[in-house]
C-alpha cells in the first residue's frame, strides 16, 4: 500500500467500566481513521497540534496525516486515545509497512507513547489491543470474553473534560472504599470470563469516582439508572462521562435503548475484538 491507499482504523473506547478506575477498558465497534497523503472523502487534514499528529511526529512520522472520526470528542468514549494510537502506529506503518501492525515490539511503542501523551493506558490499551483489557502502567492484558453483549451508550449533548473532571475527585479515599472497588474489579473480569451476566450489575459499582462525577451530571446519573430499569446487565458512567454504557441482551438492546432519556442519543455497539488494524481506505477500497 502506497500513502493515501490506507488508514490505519482503531476503535473507540469506554473505560473504567465502573469500579476499574484508571485501569479497565473496553473496545468498541465505532472507529476512527489515520492516514498519511490526500484526505479522502469524510475526512480532514489534521492540523499539527491535533492529537494523531503529535502522536505521528513522535513516532517518527512525515508527511501530511488525515483523521475520519464518527466518535464524538469530550464524551468519554476515547477520542484522543484512539486518535493517538492511529498516529503512532500510522508512522510506523509508514516507515515500515503494514505488517508493523502485527509487530508485538510496535505495539508496546505504540502503547508506550500513547500512554506518555494521555496520562493513563485504560482507553489508549483497549483502542489498540481491542476487547477488554486491563492496562498496568505500559502494559495490557486482555480478559478472555465468554460473553458477547450490546453496548448501548447514551450520549448527552453536554461534553466533559477529563481533566477537570479529575479535579473533582477526593485525593485521599477511605480503604474501605478501595476494598470495594478491588473486589468488584476482580467480579468483573471473573463474569467476563465465565459468563456470569448475573453478577456484572453489582461488580460494576464504584465508590471512587461514580458517586461525585454524576452528582454533577444528573441526566447521565438518570440514564444509568434507567438502563438498569429497562433490562441491561450492567452500566457505568464512559470514562469520566457525560455518556453512559450499557451491557445487554444483544435481543434487549432495543428496550433498553427506549427506556433512555431524550436529552442525548443512542449508539448500538458491539466490543470490538480486532484493535488497531490496518485496512485500505473507503475511496481506494471501491476504486476500479
Known sequence: MSDGTWAVRVPASSANLGAGFDVLGMALTLHAEVGVGEPPEGAHAAEARHPASVAFTRAGGTGELW????????????????????????????RSGPEAA?????AEAVLALAVELEGHA??????????VVVAVDRSATRVPLAIDP????????????????RT???????RSDAVFNLGRVGMFVAACA???????????????????RLAAA?????????????????????????????????????????????????KSLYIDHEGAVVTATADSATAG
Open 150 to 165: 450490546a453496548v448501548v451508550v447514551w450520549v448527552p449533548d453536554a461534553t466533559t473534560s477529563t481533566d477537570r473532571s
Open 102 to 106: 502485527d509487530d508485538p515490539d510496535v
Open 194 to 212: 465465565t459468563g456470569d451476566v448475573a453478577a456484572l450489575r453489582a461488580a460494576t459499582e464504584d465508590r471512587l469516582h461514580q458517586p461525585a
Open 168 to 174: 473533582a475527585l477526593a485525593g485521599r479515599v477511605e
Open 218 to 266: 444528573p441526566e447521565s446519573a438518570a440514564a444509568l439508572r434507567a438502563g438498569l430499569d429497562a433490562g441491561a446487565w450492567a452500566a457505568w458512567l464512559s470514562g469520566s462521562g457525560p455518556s453512559v454504557a450499557m451491557l445487554c441482551e444483544p435481543s434487549r438492546a432495543g428496550e433498553v435503548t427506549a427506556s433512555l432519556p431524550p436529552t442525548g442519543h443512542t
Open 122 to 131: 485504560d482507553n489508549a490499551a483497549a483502542s489498540l489491543h481491542g476487547g
Open 67 to 94: 483523521v475520519r472520526s464518527p466518535i464524538p470528542m469530550g464524551r468519554g468514549l476515547g477520542y484522543s486515545g484512539a486518535v493517538r494510537i492511529g498516529g503512532a502506529l500510522a508512522a510506523h506503518v509508514e
